[in-house]
């Protein structure tokens, strides 16, 4: 780990699992620690505990949620994938600091439920409103952070199995909305599967799994296929008008039959096949990229894809 002390906040470059993570450590007048990720596509996330009064902000607790924390997102399917196993883990283990009682020599596990954790703008967060005297306290909610940042390097183990599987290149961590979670070529065609949040400017963000392959040799016909169970606010911007809509072939068929995607567009220049949430299947996935590349390319001209 490499760190310096500049001013108040302590800026330090810790690695975890291969990768390095950027931080920033306040303790004083406000504490908090920050973690920095490379793309989130407008994800939020806020993780806040329910102790009746504690929280500062004059809420009280819900019944059902004794014992455990309320989470508040822009993304209910996002914030399922990211909030996995070793994340509920950390940030329940966080919560608690220890003490003893003196006369009785007695060990306790008090709660500290001050500490809001947070994912918003790229960041990873954890603060409280007044100052943290304690820095093992600091440690606690580093470690708590270093988990939630993380996720995107766990998430993207699933897809090298998948890579290794389709014969593919996937990513160290997953960036929603950034590069490509998993790349594989089919002859001269490069497919990439990426995790996205919006598909356009106008996009309110909802989690999806997209397959992209830019055509090197079309007719300029395009195409869309929404499926029915995907609600309108979630379609993708439909294609341009062209000169003729792109004939479903045989084989097209069949792989649009084994992936099931949520919508497909074919424009001019791309193809843009998407799957509602994440997605992580093989023969879904491996469906989806031969179906792109199919439609990529002339396949009268190149032959067909296996």
Known sequence: MHGELIGDVVHADIPVDGAWYRARLAMQP??????GLPCTDGFELAVRWNDRW?????APRAASFDDSFL??????ALAGVWLDHDVRSGLLASRYVSSTVAERNTALLLRDGRWIHQVCNDE???ARAEPEPSADRMGDM???SLLLASRPARWARAFALVATALGGRSAERIEVGGKPALRVRRRSVEVSVRVVRRLGPGDPGRLRTVIGAHRIASGGETLSLISEGLPRAAWPPPADPSTGTLYIDPRAAALIDAARPSS????PHDVEI???GALADRDRLGAAIELAAHWACDARAMGPYR
């Not at 989470?71 to 209910?76: A, P």
């Not at 497909?264 to 424009?267: E, N, Q, S």
Request: charged content about 15%; cysteine-free.
């Open 30 to 35: 406000v504490a908090s620690v920050v973690v």
């Open 54 to 58: 504690i929280n500062g902000d004059g």
């Open 71 to 76: 989470v508040e997102t822009n993304d209910l």
């Open 124 to 126: 990873v967060s954890a």
């Open 142 to 144: 580093l470690a708590a």
């Open 264 to 267: 497909t567009i074919v424009r």
């Open 274 to 276: 998407a799957f509602d």
